[in-house]
Every structure is written in C-alpha cells, then in structure tokens.
C-alpha cells in the first residue's frame, strides 16, 4: 500500500507518515495508523477514513486505488511531444513557465547568472509563458520554433516549471518541477547533475533572486551530495555549487574562499554574497545566513558554510542531517529552530551574543544520537564520530490554526524537518530521539525573548 519510499515511523501510539525522498509527510492518529494498518473503520468513522486515503494518495504517499485512469490531457501532452520530437536536429530543452510562480523566478535568475555558459549551449533552451517565447542557444527555424512555443503552451497546465526535453532520436521526456528542469539544463550544458547542487527555492527566496548579479562563481565540496537514494548509496564526486555575487569586493572574497577555480556548466544559484551597505550579506536562497561586520567574519562564515555541505554530503553512519537552524549555549548545550525563523534571529545575533547564544550558519544541522542515551548531539567538531554538545530543547512556530497541537503530533512536524534524501534508519531513530526532548511552542519574537534572557540548563526558552 505504501509507495516505494515511504516509511511509517512511531511517535508512541501515533505515528508519522514520511517520503524519505520529498518533503512530504502525514501525522498518524493512532486511529488513523490503526487504518492503515488495514484495521476497518467503525461505521461513522467511514468518511474520515476515506478522506485520510485520498490525502494520503494526492500527497504521493500511498499507492492509488485500483479505479483505472481515464484519458486526460497528460496523455495529449505525451502525444504532441512525440510529434515534435520529429522536428528537432539537436536537443531543445522547452520550458514552461509563469510571471507568478516563484519557482520560475529563481529558475529565471539561475539562467542570467548562468548566461556565459548558455552562449555557447549546443542545445536550444525555449521559455515560454504568457508574454511570448525567449530563445536561449542554438536557434531554431521559425515553423519549428512556432510548433514547439505552442507544445510549451500546452504543457503549462501540468503546472510551472514543466518542460519536455526533445532529442533526435530519442523518446520525448517531459520533466515537472524546479529540481528536474535544473538537472536537464546541467546536463545540456555537459555537466554531471548528479554532482551539481540544486535546491527548490522557498518563498522568500524570490525578493533576492530578484535582482541582477555580477558574476557566479562556481565551487567544489568534498563529500557527495549526489547519488544518494533511500538505501543511502553515495558516489565518489564532489559536489558542485554555484555562488551568485553582487560586487567586486564581495566576488573577491568568494574568490579566495573558494580558491577561484573554474567550472564550466549550468550550476544553479545556491548561496548569495552581497554588501549592500554596511554588512556583508550570505543568504542560502532567500535565507539570511549571516550578516557580517568585516571580511575575515564574511570568509569564517563562508568557510563554514561550504564545510556544512561537505558534511552533509558524506554524512556518517548515525548522523542526521536536518533542515533546520541550531543555537548554540555558550557551548554548553543546542536548541533547535524551524528553517523559517532563520534570518529574522540572524539580524539579531549581536542580542542574541550578548545573552551567550551564538547561531550556527551551516546549512544542515547534523545531529548524532548519544550511543547509551536518547539524547541528540551536535557532531563533535574535534573528534571525528563523536557526539558533541547536547539537543537539550526544540523550539517551533505555534501552528496558526487547529487549536494547541498535541504533542505527539508537533513531534511528526519535527520528524518532517531530516534533510531529503532519507535513509529509513535515520528517519527511526529521529523519532525516537525527539520522543523525550522538550519542544515549546510559541513565535520566533517569543523565542527571541526568552533566549535572551536567563535561561535553565535544558533551554526552556519558548512561549507554551
């Protein structure tokens, strides 16, 4: 019944319903585990429970009933590519895309950064939306560039960015989605989307990948953030990431950090460095990760930075990586936040050090649970897989509806928070390590309050 995947992990009598491969997941009710565990329901329950299934399969998450498709437009979309596919000498990449969707901005200011490299595609890259079609490489004659302006137009229902990649003599591909819209481009370009970074934009991400920037340099970490599946199978590459730049004094820096080396190939913006004015600026997507008075506090940050992603992409045996911030106790003990109250503590972590908290700006908290306890660590920074400071709180956003959350179901809200892709037994052990953490709720306003004030040696610091 399950989708290849997907894991059920328990919270007690409750559990979470968790793609290890996508950001997806479901709280369980111990009635609704009890459910899809194949328990029946009791008469009244009949049309919750049949709500739960089609939550359950509209999120990719169970496997769907046996009603048999009918005809739909995704087939007449398979069609007309096929037929395109007979017109095309070289690779076209056709992308779909709208004015309003924010994955199409980034998608967009990735190509302008990238524009260099795009010059000289031996491939033809079409993006179409409602104001018209723009031509991006080889190009094209007019009546196939007609034809295939209107296959974008049809594939745009599927949602945006949606593309079809057309290559001679090969079946048509149609593409949905940021991610697989990036790795065609990597790939047209001639470099390996497997050792290349690419991260979904989030909603604050459009405000800064709205502007124009100077340059993209393009960086190496060790480790490998490619190849990794839900059996936790790793390559050999080092991973590829773009940093996007705005100003000569900023492109410097990222230079020596980086040591400057060239890449070629279509890398997506992931890391931003700018100065606007008295700080320098690092944002990850739209996400304020520090905000530095001077250079050599610019190059620490970045330096760590780009550690964190080495890490994540050769995470040892018993860590676990999650998308989420860490405070740091005057090393002595970790509280957890959501990714969202990122940059809003960020512009207050001169408060926050005065009050002896100190942000972490790695892009991946990796925790390791203690081997004779179920308290979560900090890696230990100088002893290579040992447990270091300890989780002793999570502090999270108090949901805006629904009324005070039960606690079983706040703890699948955490679960949701591991780094994608997934292994199953980091996903177990997750849950079972949060079983006995304090988690407060409240606003990250709430949380700043209280962690600037004194504090006990659990971190008590949220508003519930």
């Keep these: 019944m399950l989708l290849p995947g997907v894991v059920v992990a328990e919270l007690g009598s409750s559990a979470v319903l968790l793609d290890t491969s996508s950001p997806t997941a479901a709280y369980l009710s111990p009635t609704a585990l009890g459910w899809l565990q194949g328990r029946p329901p009791v008469a009244e329950h009949r049309d919750q429970h049949a709500h739960c299934f089609t ?42 895309m709208s004015d309003a969707c924010g994955f199409c901005t980034q998608l967009t200011a990735d190509l302008a950064a990238n ?12 993006l179409v939306d409602a104001d018209g079609t723009r031509r991006l490489g080889r190009p094209l004659a007019e009546p196939t560039h007609q034809s295939l302006t209107r296959l974008g137009r049809e594939a745009a229902p599927r949602g945006t960015p949606t593309a079809v990649l057309l290559t001679p003599d090969r079946p048509a591909a149609i593409l949905t989605g940021f991610a697989e819209v990036s790795h065609a481009l990597i790939t047209l370009s001639g470099a390996d ?44 590459h080092g991973t590829r990431l773009g940093i996007a730049v705005r100003g000569q004094e900023a492109r410097r820096i990222v230079e020596d950090v980086t040591g400057g080396v060239r890449e070629d190939g279509y890398t997506p913006v992931t890391l931003t460095v700018e100065r606007p004015d008295t700080f320098y600026l690092l944002f990850r997507g739209g996400e304020l990760l520090t905000r530095a008075r001077t250079a050599a506090d610019l190059c620490q940050a970045l330096d760590a930075v780009l550690a964190g992603y080495a890490h994540y992409g050769s995470v040892e045996p018993g860590e676990i990586p999650l998308l989420c911030g860490a405070a740091v106790r005057d090393d002595e003990h970790a509280v957890l936040f959501p990714r969202t109250w990122v940059s809003d503590l960020v512009k207050r972590s001169r408060q926050l050090e005065r009050a002896g908290w100190r942000l972490r700006p790695e892009p991946y908290t990796v925790l390791r649970p203690a081997s004779d306890t179920p308290t979560l660590h900090l890696p230990d920074p100088d002893h290579s897989g040992q447990p270091g400071l300890a989780v002793t709180a999570v502090l999270t956003q108090t949901p805006e509806s629904g009324g005070a959350p039960t606690r079983p179901r706040l703890l699948a809200s955490l679960v949701n928070w591991i780094a994608r892709p997934a292994a199953t037994d980091a996903v177990h052990t997750l849950a079972a390590s949060l079983h006995h953490l304090p988690v407060h709720t409240g606003t990250w306003e709430e949380a700043l309050a209280h962690l600037t004030r004194a504090t006990d040696a659990n971190g008590a610091t949220a508003g519930k």
């Design 115 to 126: 524009s260099p490299c795009l010059t000289g595609l031996d491939a033809s890259v079409l």
């Design 193 to 236: 989307p497997r050792a290349t970074t690419v991260e979904a934009p989030t909603s604050c991400s459009v405000k800064i990948a709205a502007q124009p920037v100077d340059a993209l340099v393009t960086t190496r970490v060790s480790g490998t953030h490619d190849n990794r599946d839900t059996h936790d199978n790793r390559g050999t």
């Design 55 to 96: 939550q359950w399969r509209s999120a990719g998450l169970v496997a769907p009933d046996d009603t048999p498709d009918s005809p739909s437009d995704h087939d007449d979309l398979e069609v007309r590519a096929a037929e395109c596919a007979t017109l095309v000498r070289h690779p076209v990449l056709v992308v779909a």
